[in-house]
């Protein structure tokens, strides 16, 4: 198992990763501080958070792609022949190769944190806001919940690949997965915020949105950045359901891919 996560992210890193995320980096990272300058008042609020913004539309898709190449085509285009003849459990490579994409996350999570925190430095010191960002160890949970939101995204993709028989067809559920489980919190907490003017709405979608909530996972709880911007930390018992939430549904989904890449048969 340690030898697949070593080969994936060996290979995950080989593929021009290294320099992809350095001018991706950058590129986030100046025009976060370019549109911190549109705010008069707290432009290192407004830079981190759209530095943040950013990169969780951008982790989407670096799971989406390193699960692509690192799991999906290798089951598409015939190479597990090979491995899948050693003398070995097939969850050792599932699971082994998901490890792998997992450490790729965590190294880009650790760099992005990094060039998000230089930034808020720079910003803090040409401008002192009345109130500042809490720019020091309150970035470990945020980042920690970020990685445990791509984890889960992952490990939605994973099940995907081994029932799916196209490999295009992982990657568009993916994205649709991560929307959808980002999305359902505010939208519940929309429909139910206004009692009066939004009644009809809520007994047309009430229901159907209600029942989501325990088909799919939401991810919008994960999300805590306004610790880190503004002070404002959900509560100790929120942080440890949103925590064990993404990673029951991680091991779910992981134990449900197990099951099918065992009773799959490769030709």
Known sequence: MRWHAWTALQLGLRRRSILFLLV??????????????????????????????????????????????????????????????????????????????ALLLAGTLLFFGLLLWLLGLWLASGYKQATPINNGWEWGPVLAFLWLDLLTITAFVWLMGTLAKTPMLPFGLGLAFAWAGRSLGPAIGYLFANEKGMRALREDLGGSLTALQWALPDLSRLDIRAGLLYGQWPPASDLLAGATMALGYTALLLGLAIWRFNTREFS
């Open 24 to 101: 991706l980096g950058m590129a986030i990272v100046f025009g976060a501080a370019l549109f911190s300058t549109f705010s008069g008042r707290h432009p290192t609020t407004v830079g981190v958070d759209l530095g943040l913004s950013v990169f969780r539309i951008i982790g989407v898709l670096l799971a989406l792609f390193w699960a692509q190449e690192l799991f999906i085509k290798e089951l598409e285009q015939g190479r597990l022949h090979t491995l899948l003849s050693l003398p070995q459990p097939r969850s050792h490579y599932l699971i082994g190769r998901f490890l792998g994409v």
